[in-house]
């Protein structure tokens, strides 16, 4: 068994070592708003479920060289965004608009995907996600080169093609994770384990 200690090694070696044993990842595809109306869109996998009651979710927003990205100054500036489940029918879209775009410019712009007005947040949502959690910001953690955005659910949109009584069916879901590189996964076999009692 080898054995590395993080703070002996860069952070890019870091960096390959979680992205490379973390998986998969789930991904978050985030749209926010700037003060000036531009709407940034960015997909993000340091994503997870939070709570239940009351649901939240977190997004990590790793900062560039310093500074703060587009989504969390939004975010921060704005307390309200959008996370869409990224699925095999938006992953290519969703990826191009992963490119380093100056702040006045949507990505959006640069893939077919459409803009929908939210029900319940001023962030436009992506209609071409089969699940979305509108979200306003719970908490902001300030993390070394890292903004840890906490929100709270306030709406959920599911495609009803694959909504059946309360839950969602993976296999029509078809979600996409994060591997390491240029990798990612599809769903693979699912199999159950029962809980101990």
Not at 51 to 68: D, H, I, W
Not at 80 to 86: D, K, Y
Not at 175 to 196: H, Q, W
């Amino acid at each position: 068994m080898l054995s590395f200690d993080p703070y002996q090694q860069t952070e890019r070696e870091n960096y390959k070592l979680l992205v490379g044993s973390i998986i998969p990842r789930p991904i978050a595809f985030v749209t926010s708003k700037s003060p000036k109306g531009v709407i940034n869109a960015a997909p993000f996998s340091y994503f997870n479920i939070v709570s239940s009651n009351p649901p939240m979710l977190s997004v990590s927003v790793q900062r560039k060289g310093g500074e703060a990205k587009d989504t969390a100054r939004n975010i921060l500036a704005g307390k309200e965004f959008v996370v869409h489940i990224v699925d095999e029918e938006n992953v290519f879209e969703v990826n191009e608009t992963a490119a380093s775009l100056p702040p006045d410019e949507s990505e959006i712009d640069i893939t077919k995907l459409t803009l929908i007005d939210s029900e319940e947040v001023d962030v436009p949502a992506v209609e071409q996600s089969k699940v979305r959690f509108e979200c306003v910001l719970h908490q902001a953690i300030d993390l070394p080169n890292t903004d840890l955005l906490i929100g709270r659910i306030v709406r959920v949109h599911v495609d009803e093609a694959i909504y059946n009584e309360g839950r969602i069916n993976a296999d029509l879901l078809k979600p996409v994770s994060r591997l390491a590189g240029t990798n990612y996964a599809k769903l693979g076999e699912i199999f159950s384990l029962k809980r101990p009692e």
